[in-house]
C-alpha cells in the first residue's frame, strides 16, 4: 500500500511534488509548500561488476537509504531503470518511515548507442527506442510492468507501487553538441512540436522539439497510470543556452539547448530545467573574466557563482536544478578548477569543503535544488587521462588511484586492506592478515613482507638499523619488464644488469615520491607536448596530463599542454595518517603504492604497460602480461653518498638474482565500504538548509 500523501486532481490523476514559479513545491498536510531538493546521485555498479550488471542488493539499498537519509539528503537521483529491488526497498523503507520518506528522482537513459550510430535525434529508431525506455520507466515506478531479461539492462517482475516517492521524470543523458547541431540540421524546415502537454515555441530547435516531444510523450503514459509528475532534461554547461566568448574549445559552445523554448501547457506539476555545472570544466570557467564582480565571502571572484547567478537569470521564473556537481578524492587530477576546485588531487575533508561551498552558492542564488554526485565510489568509471593506461575489461576489478571518476562518492569503496593495514610504522596489525596472503621477500638490505588489495601492493621491513629520512635516504627500484633505466644517478657510478621501471624514493616531504624511468614513462610516450628530460639516466617524476595543447581550428586560441606531478608519497603524522602512504619508527619502514604508480593496466591479470611502441591513431598503451615483481631496496647516505644494501662488491648488481614477488589473478574483489569524512561535512551543510 503506498503510504506518502497525495493531492487528487480534477480528473482523477494524483499529484505529490509540482513546480510554481522558480521553485519545487510538495503537497504536505492537505497543503502546498517549497521543496528545496537536496539529493544525491546513486549508481548502479559495485566494485567488481560493470553498471549493466546490476549487482546491488536489496539489503545495500536499505542500507544506503538509511545513511543517505542521515547525511540530511531528501531526494535520490537514479539515472535508469533499475532491477525490481531498488523500488522494493524504497517503498518498504518508506513504509517504516511514513512521516520523513526519502524521494526520488526517475533517469530514463539515452539510447546513446543509436545516437552515436545515427547522430540524428529524430531518426525513427533512436526516437522509438526512447519512448519505449520512458514507458517501460513509468511501468517500473509504478509497479505495473515485467521486463524480460535483456544484456546490460534491469529486468524482472515490477510490483513495487513508488509513484508517491517520485520528484520528477529527468529526461536524457549529456547531449553531444555535434550530434545537437547535426539534427538541427538535418530538420531545419521541419514544423515545431505541438502536442497535448508540451510544445515548442517558434524559436525552438528542431532538437529542441524532439525534447517537447519525449516530454510529452512521458507526461501522456503517466497520465495513464494516474499520475502527474514534474518533467525535466538533463543538460550540461557544453549546451547550456548561455555564451561563453571565453570558452577556448569550440566545440564546448558551439550550440545550446534551451529549456525556455519548451512550455507545459497542460498538467498541474510543471517542467523545470536541469544542468550538471562542475566548478573546473569547460575551461572558461577558468579565463573568463566575465563574472569579476561576482565575490564569495572571502571576496574572492567566484567563477562558479557567476556562472550559477546567470544561468539562473537567464531561465527568469523557471526552477532550475543543478543536479550533477562535486569534486572527486583522488591522488590523480584530471582538470585544473578555479578557486582549488580541481577534478581531483583532493583529500575528504578538502572534498567535502569545496562541496558544500558549491551547495550553499546553489542555494542562495536560488536555484531549486542541488544533487551531489555521488553517493558510492565507481571503479568501473574511466577518465579522460588515465583510460590509454587500462585495460577497458578489466576496470572494476581495481581501483586506480590515478584515475578521478573511481573517487566521486561520499561513500568510499576501498580496497579490501584499507581497514586492516595502517600506514603509521608498526607492525602488529600485519599479524592479523591471513598468512598466505603475505609474501617473504628476502633482499641484502633487508627481509621485506609484502602483501596486495584491489589497489595497492604494501611493503613492510625491518631495517639493519634506525632509519632517518633527514639523514638518509630510502629507494626501493621495481623491476617488472625487460628494460628500462640501469644507471640512475642517485646509484653513484653502480650499474644495474637489468632496468628498472620506477623507483619509490622515501627521505623527505620534498624527495619522498614514486619516479618513472624516462625510457618507460608512457605519459611522455603517449602526449607529444610533454616535456621530456635530456638525461638518460635522469629518473623523474611520475605526471598526468590535465590539459592538452590546444590548437585551432578546434579551440579559439592556442592553450599550453598542463600537467601535473601524482607521484608524491605522503608521509604518516600524528595530524594526518588516513592518507599515509609510508611511515617509519625507528627501524621500522611501511609503505603502500598504488599499482598504477608501478605501471600496471591490470594488476587482477598482471597486465602492465609494455615498452612497445605505440602505434599512430592508437587511444589505448600496448601491455604485457608479467610474472610478477622484482623489488630492490637501498639506502643512500645523505652526507657521505654512501649505497648500502645492494648485493655486490662490484659496480654490476644483478637484479636476476633478487626473488619475484607473485601473487594469484583475481576474478572477484573484496572491498571495505565505509563513508568518508566528506560525508560528514555534507551532513553539516545538509542540515544547515531549510
Known amino acids: 500500500m503506498n503510504q506518502a500523501e497525495s493531492k487528487e486532481l480534477e480528473n482523477g490523476a494524483q499529484i505529490k ?69 531498488f523500488y522494493q526497498a524504497l517503498v518498504e523503507y518508506n513504509q517504516e518511515n511514513v512521516k520523513n520518506p526519502l524521494f526520488f528522482m526517475q533517469g530514463v537513459w539515452s539510447p546513446v548507442n543509436l545516437l552515436h550510430k545515427t547522430n540524428d535525434a529524430w531518426s525513427p529508431e533512436v526516437t522509438k527506442q526512447f519512448e519505449k525506455e520512458i514507458s517501460d520507466a513509468i511501468g517500473a515506478v509504478n509497479g505495473e510492468i515485467t521486463l524480460p531479461d535483456q544484456p546490460g539492462k534491469a529486468s524482472g517482475k515490477y510490483t513495487a507501487d513508488a509513484s508517491s516517492y517520485l520528484v520528477a521524470w529527468h529526461i536524457g543523458t549529456e547531449w553531444d553538441p555535434e550530434m545537437v547541431e547535426n539534427t538541427n540540421n538535418q530538420h531545419s524546415d521541419d514544423p515545431v512540436f505541438q502536442g497535448d502537454f508540451f510544445k515548442s515555441n ?160 546553489i542555494y542562495r542564488e536560488g536555484h531549486a535544488g542541488a544533487v551531489i554526485f555521488t553517493w558510492q565510489d565507481e571503479w568501473f568509471k574511466k577518465t579522460w587521462n588515465t583510460m590509454a593506461f587500462e585495460n577497458p575489461d578489466r576496470r572494476p576489478f581495481w581501483y586506480n588511484a590515478l584515475s578521478v571518476e573511481m573517487s566521486y562518492g561520499l561513500l568510499g569503496m576501498y580496497p579490501n586492506k584499507h581497514n586492516d ?19 617473504t621477500v628476502s633482499t641484502p638490505l633487508a627481509d621485506l613482507k609484502v602483501t596486495k588489495d584491489e589497489g595497492y601492493v604494501y611493503i613492510s621491513s625491518r631495517l639493519p638499523g634506525d632509519f632517518n629520512p633527514k639523514e638518509n635516504t630510502f629507494y626501493l627500484g621495481v623491476d617488472t619488464l625487460s628494460g628500462g633505466i640501469k644507471n640512475p644517478d642517485f ?163 644483478a637484479i636476476t638474482d633478487y626473488p619475484l614477488y607473485n601473487w594469484d589473478d583475481w576474478q572477484e574483489v573484496e572491498y571495505d565500504e565505509q563513508v568518508k569524512e566528506s560525508y560528514y561535512i555534507v551532513q553539516d551543510a545538509f542540515n544547515d538548509i531549510e
Open 421 to 439: 593495514l595502517k600506514i603509521d610504522g608498526k607492525l602488529e596489525d600485519w599479524s592479523t592478515i591471513d598468512g598466505s596472503e603475505i609474501r
Open 491 to 653: 646509484l653513484k657510478g653502480k650499474m644495474l644488469d637489468e632496468g628498472l621501471e620506477t623507483v619509490v624514493r622515501l627521505g623527505n616531504d620534498n624527495e619522498s615520491e614514486v619516479l618513472v624511468a624516462p625510457s618507460y614513462d608512457f605519459h611522455h610516450r603517449l602526449y607529444v607536448h610533454a616535456p621530456k628530460s635530456n638525461q638518460d639516466n635522469a629518473i623523474h617524476s611520475w605526471k598526468l596530463a590535465v590539459s592538452r595543447k590546444l590548437e585551432y581550428p578546434d579551440a579559439k586560441v592556442e592553450l599550453p599542454f598542463e600537467e601535473v606531478v601524482v607521484g608524491h608519497m605522503e608521509r604518516a603524522s600524528l595530524s594526518n595518517d588516513s592518507m599515509a602512504e609510508w611511515a617509519v619508527q625507528g627501524n621500522v619502514i611501511e609503505i603502500k603504492i598504488p599499482w598504477a604508480l608501478l605501471g600496471f593496466s591490470d594488476p587482477s591479470s598482471k597486465q602492465v604497460v609494455s615498452y612497445s611502441p605505440i602505434k599512430k591513431g592508437d587511444i589505448e598503451m600496448p601491455t604485457e602480461k608479467i610474472d610478477g615483481i622484482r623489488f630492490i631496496p637501498w639506502i643512500i647516505d645523505k652526507s657521505s653518498k654512501t649505497v648500502h644494501g645492494l648485493k655486490s662488491e662490484s659496480s654490476l648488481i
Open 17 to 85: 511534488f509540482r513546480t510554481k514559479k522558480d521553485q519545487v513545491e510538495i503537497y504536505k498536510d492537505e497543503r502546498w509548500s517549497p521543496f528545496f531538493v537536496k539529493g544525491v546521485n546513486l549508481g548502479a555498479s559495485l566494485p567488481g561488476h560493470f553498471p549493466g550488471e546490476l549487482s546491488i542488493k536489496k539489503e545495500d539499498y536499505l542500507r544506503w537509504f538509511e545513511m543517505i537519509q542521515e547525511m540530511g539528503a531528501n531526494t535520490i537521483r537514479i539515472y535508469t531503470i533499475l532491477n525490481p529491488e
Open 202 to 361: 517558434k524559436d525552438a530547435s528542431p532538437f529542441e522539439s524532439w525534447l517537447a516531444h519525449l516530454m510529452n510523450h512521458t507526461a501522456k503514459e503517466e497520465e495513464k497510470a494516474g499520475w502527474q509528475h514534474p518533467i525535466t532534461f538533463t543538460n550540461w554547461i557544453t549546451t547550456d543556452p548561455l555564451e561563453h566568448p571565453d570558452e577556448p574549445l569550440v566545440m564546448e559552445d558551439l550550440v545550446s539547448v534551451d529549456a525556455t523554448n519548451i512550455q507545459r501547457i497542460n498538467g498541474e506539476a510543471g517542467y523545470f530545467a536541469s544542468f550538471h555545472a562542475y566548478p573546473y570544466y569547460p575551461d572558461f570557467l577558468r579565463y573568463t573574466d566575465k563574472y569579476k564582480d561576482v565575490k564569495n565571502d572571502k571576496g574572492q571572484m567566484d567563477t562558479y557563482k557567476g556562472y550559477l547567478r546567470e544561468l539562473k537569470n537567464y531561465h527568469r521564473e523557471m526552477p532550475v536544478m543543478i543536479t550533477e556537481f562535486g569534486v572527486p578524492v583522488s591522488r590523480g587530477n584530471a582538470h585544473i578548477g578555479p578557486l582549488g576546485r580541481d577534478q581531483g588531487g583532493h583529500t575528504e575533508v578538502e572534498q567535502g569543503r569545496h562541496i558544500t561551498d558549491m551547495l550553499k552558492h
